[in-house]
Antibody
């Protein structure tokens, strides 16, 4: 059974960089595309970007200047770095597996709530 | 403001059939497949319909999806109380460098 688990800080200061890690268990990360998605409180879902095990990545144009997604195949993990944080980046951050079409995410992590505040 | 437009709310009584619409454009729904997600409070979204009208294993056939032109719909027949959740549509958008877009979500209430 494939499982994804997000880890990282719950509270980050404005202007700093958020770093989150998603650990994949039950499957090799070298098989699918892996994605970060966030959900702001009371609002909808926003796709951040995805990465393939080769390191090839694609980002949401609205976040591209601040986002880096990386993969570590030796640890079966992928990560998210989001810089220059503001309160608007406060959200639940999910990692997910992309399977099939670009917008098909069949397995999700439980999500981690990140608050940007001084 | 979401790229894909969904009604913020929908409702129905047990046993009824309810549909939720998702309106997009030529750069997303018309040229790419649509997926639907179901989300309960405090939980991660769950894939409900993929590739316009396919159901993952374990999803009841009460749930169905369709697409026509720049719009898509999710239908739920034989409505049950535990269908009460938020529903989101999603598609790839070919504009700019390409990216995934979501609808704003529809909160389904079972009366």
């Amino acid at each position: 059974q494939v499982q994804l688990q997000e880890s990282g800080p719950r509270l980050v200061k404005p202007s700093e960089t958020l770093s989150l890690t998603c650990t994949v268990s039950g499957d090799s990360i070298s098989t699918y595309y892996w994605t970060w998605i966030r959900q702001t409180p009371g609002k909808g879902l926003e796709w951040i970007g995805y990465i393939y095990y080769t390191g090839s990545a694609n980002y949401n144009p609205s976040l591209e200047s601040r986002v880096t997604i990386a993969v570590d195949t030796s640890k079966n993990q992928f990560s998210l770095n989001l810089s220059s944080l503001t309160a608007a980046d406060t959200a639940v951050y999910y990692c997910a597996r992309r399977h099939g079409s670009y917008s098909t995410f069949d397995i999700w992590g439980q999500g981690t709530m990140v608050t940007v505040s001084s | 403001q979401s790229v894909l437009t969904q009604p913020p709310s929908a409702s129905g009584t047990p046993g009824q059939r309810v549909t939720i619409s998702c309106s997009g454009s030529s750069s997303n729904i018309e040229s790419n497949t649509v997926n639907w997600y179901q989300q309960f409070p405090g939980m991660a979204p769950k894939l409900l319909i993929y590739t316009n009208n396919q159901r993952p294993s374990g999803v009841p056939d009460r749930f169905s999806g369709s697409k026509s032109g720049t719009s898509a719909s999710l239908a739920i027949s034989g409505l049950q109380s535990d269908d009460e959740a938020d529903y989101y549509c999603a598609a790839w958008d070919d504009s700019l460098t390409g990216h995934v877009v979501f609808g704003g979500g529809t909160k389904l209430t079972v009366l």
